[in-house]
């Protein structure tokens, strides 16, 4: 069975500094991983997604992730963030061999401050 | 183009009654997912549908949890006797085809149980 932990429950920034929300997941086998935002209000959304290939994924709203199977970590990374990024942000994993199947992480709560 | 939608949007029952939850994908998506989110936590995984099958039900809580799917479109979630620790936001979720499709996510179905 797999597993995410999100390291950090609550994230503050300030306006156009740099973040980094940590995501570490559990697995005996290989797996794709995803980081899904929930803004205030709205629904949840994928924000980018590792299948296969370059370990350093890109997706919207200027936002990265890069997977690392040695450290079984795939954080997500902002250069500059906006207030407008205030929001939970979500990691998630599924097997490869189960990939309807996924497990979430408890979130983060990234605060973006003027 | 319509995003999925889920009805009710809120829905107060009282201990033991059962609860209907539908959920309409988008258009033309094969595969469903139902999720229930608890306050303060992450999405926890009930069950999903390739088409009207449901090769995973691994994440339904107890036997009071079922699901159907028909038609390959809509979904229907029954919570039999309700219970106060059922209390929670179920989302449902649609993708294309395949599981590593991007999910897309509905804005879910308050349940409370008093």
């Known amino acids: 069975a797999q597993s995410v932990t999100q390291l950090d429950s609550q994230v503050p920034v300030f306006e156009e500094a740099p973040v980094e929300l940590r995501c570490n997941y559990s697995s005996s086998v290989s797996v794709y991983l995803f980081w899904y935002v929930q803004y205030p209000n709205q629904g949840l959304q994928l924000l980018l997604k590792y299948l296969s290939g370059s370990t350093l994924v890109k997706g919207i709203n200027g936002f990265e992730a890069e997977f690392n199977k040695s450290q079984t970590s795939f954080h997500l990374r902002k250069p500059s963030v906006h207030i407008s990024d205030t929001a939970e942000y979500f990691c998630?994993?599924?097997?490869?061999?189960?990939?309807?199947?996924?497990?979430f992480g408890d979130g983060t709560t990234l605060t973006v401050k003027p | 183009g319509a995003g999925v939608s889920q009805s009710p949007s809120n829905k107060v029952t009282e201990k033991g009654k059962d609860v209907e939850l539908r959920c309409d994908p988008i258009s033309g998506h094969t595969a469903l997912y139902w999720y229930r989110q608890s306050l303060g936590q992450g999405l926890e995984f009930l069950i999903y549908f390739q088409g009207n099958s449901a090769p995973d039900k691994s994440g339904l809580p107890s036997d009071r949890f079922s699901a159907e799917r028909t038609g390959g479109s809509v979904s229907t979630l029954t919570i039999q006797r309700t219970q106060q620790e059922d209390s929670a936001v179920y989302l449902c979720?649609?993708?294309?085809?395949?599981?590593?499709?991007?999910?897309?996510f509905g804005p879910g179905t308050r349940l409370t149980v008093l």
């Open positions: 998630a994993v599924s097997l490869m061999t189960n990939a309807g199947k996924s497990t």
């Open positions: 979720a649609s993708s294309l085809r395949r599981n590593t499709d991007t999910q897309y």
